[in-house]
């Protein structure tokens, strides 16, 4: 069974940083784009950076120059490094993580940027 594992959320001063870690298990296909989603109450879920197996990545406006995702294939591992974080960046955010087959989604890891 296939597991996302995430970790290193949590609360921020306005333009400080944090780093988003998913640890997937379980996959017998080889992962292709790993992802960071990210939801805040009343909105939408929406994709904030995006990594191809080849490494390409996109982003949403309002992040680039401020996140960079990264992901370690050999330990299957996807990682959002959020710098210069905004009140306005606080949200649930979700790794996902899709094989040739289906898409996977973590549990969810918090992130609150608060004076």
């Known amino acids: 069974q296939v597991q996302l594992v995430e970790s290193g959320g949590g609360l921020v001063q306005p333009g400080g940083s944090l780093r988003l870690s998913c640890a997937v298990s379980?996959?017998?296909?080889?992962?292709?784009?790993m992802g960071w989603y990210r939801q805040a109450p009343g909105n939408e879920r929406e994709l904030v950076a995006g990594?191809?197996?080849?490494?390409?990545?996109n982003y949403v406006d309002s992040v680039k120059g401020r996140f960079t995702i990264s992901r370690d294939n050999a330990k299957n591992t996807v990682y959002l490094q959020m710098n210069s974080l905004r009140p306005e960046d606080a949200a649930v955010y979700y790794c996902?993580?899709?094989?040739?087959?289906?898409?996977?989604w973590g549990q969810g890891t918090q992130v609150t940027v608060s004076s």
């Open positions: 996902n993580v899709k094989t040739l087959f289906r898409s996977y």
């Open positions: 379980g996959s017998r296909s080889s992962i292709r784009d």
């Open positions: 990594i191809t197996s080849g490494g390409s990545t």
